[in-house]
């Protein structure tokens, strides 16, 4: 698995980004995989989200590196948490792209794929007040860092009935800058917060600070 991207975090939380190239047996060879775990793995029938789950907690493993299996579990609004060790985190894939933030407090990641497709659904989540700061040469690639930006919001608070374009708002940022504000008006939250971005291989990256 060539690491892409490897860094510590301000809040010390630590993320990397993997591209994937192993079969399912190496990356299975690097796991303790139970017996549930092994029935699951086997109901995914499409081949990329087995080797997307795999790849995704072998990368767990890589930054923690802890000394026995890594149990998981998912709460209610589907995100992970690991059930055997004290460390909060989020994952993320697309295509041959996995990605994983770990830490100590609730954090955020996600990776996508850059392509026309974004500009069809830019209305449901793109605000007038973002409309205004997303430059015409490259609105795919504003488009995609939002969006990316709005789904590591979400994996952070969890869900729970939010509205990706009237809870979520990502401020005015340049694409050379490598991070922006976002603020979250929520029921469950309402904080203003600093999230790091990169734009790697034709994939976005977008994780919390």
């Known amino acids: 698995m060539p690491c892409i991207l490897n860094k510590s975090l301000p809040s010390g939380s630590l993320m990397a980004l993997w591209r994937i190239e192993e079969t399912e047996e190496e990356l299975s060879s690097k796991l303790m995989l139970d017996d549930s775990e092994k029935n699951y793995l086997a109901g995914i029938k499409a081949d990329n989200k087995r080797l997307q789950w795999l790849a995704s907690r072998v990368l767990i493993r890589e930054l923690v590196n ?35 933030i770990v830490g100590e407090s609730r954090c955020g990641i996600d990776v996508e794929e850059i392509n026309n497709k974004i500009g069809r659904i830019s209305k449901k989540f793109v605000s007038d007040e973002e409309r205004v700061f997303i430059s015409t040469d490259n609105s795919i690639l504003y488009e ?9 919001l979400f994996k952070l608070i969890g869900g729970n009935g939010v509205d ?36 790697v291989e034709g994939f976005t990256l977008v994780f919390t600070q």
């Open 66 to 100: 802890p000394p026995g299996q890594i149990l998981m579990d998912w709460d209610q609004h589907g995100r992970p948490y690991v059930l055997n060790y004290d460390f909060e985190v989020s994952i993320s894939h697309s295509r041959n792209m996995a990605a994983v």
């Open 144 to 152: 995609t860092l939002i969006w990316g930006a709005k789904e590591a």
């Open 164 to 199: 990706f374009k009237k809870n979520l708002r990502i401020h005015a940022f340049k694409l050379n800058d490598g991070y922006f504000k976002a603020s979250i008006s929520h029921k469950s939250s309402n904080k203003e917060l600093e999230l790091g971005f990169e734009v």
